[in-house]
Nanobody
């Protein structure tokens, strides 16, 4: 069974940085795009950043210029470098991977808390 495992969340002061990592394992099919989503309390889950296997990226307007998504295709790993963090970035961050066939995989989520 495919599994995504996130790491790197935690508590940071406003203006600080964190780097999230997500490793996909036991995947049957190759991974196409990978992405990070987040969900704050009382809000819907939203796309933060997306990256294709070719390296094309898309960012939510709220994180452009502050967050950078990258990936290691050989290791089925995706990263999210978050800089200049703001209290409104506080959320559970979820990793997402789109296999060549079948439904997307989701990680269990990692908490990011930014204090003011």
């Amino acid at each position: 069974q495919a599994q995504l495992v996130e790491s790197g969340g935690g508590l940071v002061q406003a203006g600080g940085s964190l780097k999230l990592s997500c490793v996909a394992s036991n995947t049957v099919f190759s991974i196409n795009a990978m992405a990070w989503y987040r969900q704050a309390p009382g809000k819907a889950r939203e796309l933060v950043a997306h990256i294709t296997s070719g390296g094309t990226t898309v960012y939510a307007d709220s994180v452009k210029g502050r967050f950078t998504i990258s990936r290691d295709n050989a290791k089925d790993t995706v990263f999210l470098l978050m800089s200049d963090l703001k209290p409104e970035d506080t959320a559970v961050y979820y990793c997402n991977a789109e296999p060549k066939y079948g439904r997307p995989y989701w990680g269990q989520g990692t908490q990011v808390t930014v204090s003011s």
